[in-house]
């Protein structure tokens, strides 16, 4: 009987089976092998290794790593065991490399022998043992590892992280391990590789790490230069951000109350948060990196000396995206090449690279930046974070980059979008894009420093508005401090108007930029921001959007939806400008077919009509009022009951207490709107009615009222606790919370007698009335 090893092809269990010799044949799986460290590979005896490498196809990796661990002893000279790990490195690197460089979904169906080889005989657990091993040491005189041996040693485990399933997540266990990591960062020949290691293993680790447990964060972070900082905010980004839910049931408001109840304090992200705003300059320093100008940037010859770095480390796509990109073309170089240049000519990539690479690379970090400004804006300490961005004057220099950076030429935009809270994998031009649009709408949603957005004579063109108007300037203009505004001719939201009108048809930035533009809308309605933009052509070009432009994007035509409601409430000017561009029955039909289509997407607008008109039929007074009421197909349309009813049909009809998530939530509430002018005209009881013989006439009773009648009781538990949504709601609406309230109240009477109950309208036999969902 021979005993002999398994190659990488071998289960990972052990066992005994036959060769097509008939010989016994012993394998050894990863248990038996690496037990403590390497210790049980290297008592194999290194004949046997030496016999089966060649059939196994091992590359000499088990033999190379037991001459590895023999060098490595406490005392030893290093340099041997550099010399070994160098020669076994490039077995790794070329596995490592295939993934990145071949097509995404053969490189998830290949295999990698030689890292999963290096990983089964104990390699990862030996290179963690020698680099931790002077943190470990009791001599007085630490042992210490040079800065390349390091480095190649945090390369080898980042390309087995990202070959062999499992040791990301081995590593992130432990927790020893991570926080050791960010000793490392404070050697600047290391804090690439180390960078890039932390990053991957941040991502897999199952508790999101503890930043003020990472020994002097503060004097760390301190110690970075500009771009180390750019660079650590990738780690950050990972350590501030909630966890995606995703878009299972774990996604609803239902199971999102449990949670919150279950977690009543802050989350380990805002505490990181905190963290991070506790460090002197912090804030500060993200905005001048944000803000900076190409030209400041790094020099190219610096640029290219740290290419290669980025070549193993960045995002790996994105770079190898943009040298194939450029593969072929006449690079800019000046007349003698620096020997950076020279040793990047000689390196495997054999690429010159222009000059414009530069901008890239200053788009890559950006990008970053604004995540880490963005997620802080949205976070628990969002007014302190406004307060630093204003003083920083992140808004004006944003606005100094705009033409020349940020929006320099168009972009193709066929890439998918992202949620809030999700890292955008694209282009770096698309993503910088994206991000940015994502910082605006942040910054400006529902927060008195949006004027930011504007310069000067901006400002002055708001007041005029309001004076013109007799009506006096809202307090947060008034308050407006001058000299923390945009410099120039245009303001950013005005720059941001200009780009969005000449996006093509079918770019997904109309997403964002909607968003953008709406969230400097939201919160009390300003007529004088709606002029403004209406001054601009702002509805002219949602409408076409809606109507003549062919788009078909559901997400796109839900963002033009929200901002024609933020756009249009309240502003009889806005619903003559309307029917002055909707001049046709057949252009109004169309209009009504895309609202129809998808209430979910469209029902703010449908809010923002029922709420303008109650008002506009209480102003008869006004001559220009009732002649727009008497005019305008958009008004007509909703003034016919039986219209409203139908909206308010299938408002209920659409949504459950399970089903409810941040995006449809709005359609309970514009169902609300729609029944409290109802109450307050005296017609709630006939509304109620309605509802009943609808469910008659559809031949499901009690189906409607028992669904609407669960769907308040749990607006209720989520609303009445939840300052911030229940301000969100006065304000859209202009109506006083305490009358939803109200509201809600009336129509959950238990008094079957009262003719504003749900109940009185569900006949006895139909009733189900049980609330499960809201026990704890």
């Known amino acids: 009987m021979m005993a002999t090893l398994a190659g990488p092809e071998s289960p990972r269990t052990g066992a005994t089976r036959s060769d097509r010799g008939g010989n016994i044949v012993t394998t050894i799986n990863r248990s038996q092998i690496t037990g403590r460290g390497i210790c049980r590979g290297t008592q194999v005896p290194e004949a046997l290794l030496h016999e089966r490498d060649h059939r196994a196809r091992w590359h000499g990796i088990p033999i190379l790593l037991r001459r590895l661990h023999e060098a490595s002893h406490p005392n030893s000279d290093l340099s041997r065991a550099h010399a070994v790990l160098k020669e076994m490195s490039p077995l790794l690197s070329m596995e490592a490399m295939s993934l990145v460089t071949e097509d995404r979904k053969f490189a998830q169906e290949a295999t990698f022998p030689n890292t999963y080889t290096f990983d089964l005989f104990g390699g990862v657990d030996l290179l963690l043992e020698m680099l931790m091993r002077p943190t470990l040491s009791t001599q007085k005189k630490k042992p210490k590892m040079n800065d390349d041996l390091i480095k190649d040693c945090l390369s080898v485990l980042y390309n087995c992280c990202i070959c062999t399933e499992g040791v990301t997540k081995s590593l992130a266990a432990r927790d020893d391990f991570v926080l050791f990591l960010f000793t490392l960062m404070t050697n600047k020949k290391t804090f690439l590789q180390t960078a890039t290691l932390i990053e991957d293993i941040l991502g897999v680790k199952k508790d999101m790490i503890q930043l003020e447990g990472i020994p002097n964060l503060a004097g760390l972070v301190q110690s970075f230069d500009q771009q180390q900082l750019a660079n650590f905010c990738r780690i950050l980004s990972v350590t501030i951000s909630e966890p995606d839910l995703g878009h299972d049931d774990k996604h609803t408001l239902l199971a999102k109350n449990a949670l919150q109840r279950k977690n009543s304090g802050p989350s380990q992200a805002e505490i990181n948060q905190v963290t991070l705003l506790g460090i002197p300059g912090f804030i500060e320093r993200l905005c001048k990196l944000a803000t900076r100008k190409v030209s400041e940037a790094t020099d190219t010859s610096n640029f290219l000396q740290e290419l290669e770095d980025w070549y193993a480390w960045l995002d790996n796509a994105l770079v190898l995206d943009a040298l194939i990109q450029i593969n072929g073309s006449e690079a800019e170089q000046s007349s003698t090449e620096s020997s950076d240049e020279s040793a990047l000519a000689a390196s495997p990539l054999r690429h010159r690279l222009p000059r414009s690479m530069k901008v890239v690379h200053e788009i890559m970090y950006k990008v970053e930046v604004l995540y880490v400004l963005c997620v802080m804006l949205m976070g628990r300490q969002r007014n302190q974070v406004h307060r630093m961005l204003a003083e920083y004057r992140l808004i004006p220099g944003l606005n100094n980059l705009f ?374």
Not at 472 to 482: F, M, Q, S, Y
Not at 494 to 510: A, G, I, N, Q, Y
Not at 529 to 544: A, M, N, S, T
Not at 629 to 642: D, I, P, T
Request: charged share 25%.
């Open 403 to 776: 033409d020349k950076l940020i929006w320099r030429k168009y972009t193709s935009s066929s890439h998918v979008l992202h949620a809030q809270n999700q890292h955008c994998d694209c282009s770096p031009e698309i993503s910088f894009k994206i991000q940015f649009l994502r910082l605006l709408q942040s910054f400006s949603d529902h927060h008195e420093n949006k004027y930011l957005l504007l310069n000067t004579q901006e400002l002055n063109e708001l007041s005029a508005i309001s004076l013109k108007a007799n009506i006096p300037e809202v307090e947060a203009l008034v308050n407006t401090d001058r000299s923390l505004v945009c410099d120039g001719k245009k303001g950013l939201l005005t720059r941001l108007l200009t780009v969005m009108k000449r996006e093509p048809p079918d770019s997904s930035f109309r997403f964002w930029q909607a968003r953008a533009v709406e969230s400097f809308l939201r919160g009390a309605t300003s007529y004088a921001d709606q002029v403004f933009l209406l001054k601009r052509g702002l509805l002219e070009h949602i409408l076409f959007c809606i109507i003549d432009s062919g788009c078909k994007s559901r997400d796109v035509l839900q963002s033009y939806f929200d901002l024609l409601g933020e756009l249009m409430k309240f502003n009889i000017d806005a619903f003559q400008r309307f029917d002055r561009y909707v001049n046709t029955e057949e252009k109004f039909q169309v209009f009504l077919t895309q609202i129809n289509s998808s209430l979910v997407d469209s029902n703010m607008l449908v809010r923002c009509i029922v709420l303008s008109l109650d008002r506009f039929e209480s102003q008869s007074e006004d001559v220009k009022v009732v002649e727009t009421l008497s005019q305008c197909h958009l008004l007509s349309h909703l003034a016919r009951v039986e219209n409203r009813l139908a909206f308010l049909f299938r408002l209920i009809n659409i949504i459950n207490v399970q089903t409810l998530t941040q995006e449809n939530v709005s359609c309970l509430n514009t169902s609300l709107v729609i029944l409290m002018l109802a109450r307050r005209h005296g017609r709630l009881a006939w509304y109620l009615g309605a509802l009943r013989e609808k469910e008659y006439t559809e031949r499901y009773p009690g189906c409607l009222l028992n669904n609407f009648h669960q769907l308040l009781c749990f607006w209720q538990r989520h609303y009445l606790n939840k300052d911030k949504d229940s301000t969100c709601l006065e304000n859209s609406s202009c109506i006083p919370f305490s009358y939803w309230k109200e509201t809600v109240s009336v129509l959950l009477d238990e008094d079957r007698t009262s003719p504003y109950a749900i109940v009185s309208y569900i006949d006895q036999a139909y009733m189900e009335l049980e609330q499960h969902f809201l026990e704890d």
